[in-house]
């Protein structure tokens, strides 16, 4: 089951880079508060590597990589800050961020899209390393709910 969970999440950021592409010539380097992750295709490849060379999360819900020299990169070091810094590490705190991002579909932007993203990728990463089957399912639910975002903002686009 979480292996199945997993794949779904992995093939979602396969659609995503897919979809990325078609908007990454009208993209801009964000100046918001913290780096931007993807600006271009090679960026969303870089980030599928990161994912298939695997993740850890540690006994405080930080997240690392299991590949070092992939860590150590730029693009590397910008993800494991914003995953670690950006994207909340309990279930209630999750579903305020999934409160915000639902209620701010209408002005749904880069920082929006990558927070959603981080967002999948740690939620699919609990659902596999929790141990009680409550947790796991809390964890489950915010997966599902962040997927539905997904896809209502891949609708609108």
């Not at 999360?57 to 070091?77: F, T």
């Not at 995953?83 to 705190?93: E, L, Q």
């Not at 964890?139 to 539905?148: D, F, H, K, T």
Request: glycine letters at 4%; charged letters at 20%.
């Amino acid at each position: 089951m979480q292996r199945v969970q997993l794949a779904r999440v992995l093939l979602c950021l396969v659609v995503f880079r897919d979809l990325w592409h078609t908007y990454s010539d009208t993209l801009a380097i964000s100046q918001g508060k913290h780096p931007t992750l993807i600006t271009t295709v090679r960026d969303a490849n870089l980030l599928y590597e990161f994912l298939l060379s695997g993740l850890v999360i540690d006994e405080d819900n930080n997240v690392g990589m299991r590949d070092q020299e992939m860590a150590s990169m730029r693009q590397g070091r910008v993800f494991l800050s914003l995953i670690n810094d950006d994207i909340p590490k309990t279930v209630p705190a999750m579903e305020e961020l999934l409160v915000m991002l639902e209620e701010e579909a209408q002005s749904f932007n880069q920082d929006h899209f990558e927070t959603l993203i981080l967002g999948i990728i740690y939620s699919a990463y609990q659902v596999r390393e929790k141990r009680q089957e409550s947790q796991q399912h809390a964890w489950a639910g915010v997966l599902g709910r962040l997927a539905n975002v997904t896809l209502v903002q891949l609708r609108k686009s």
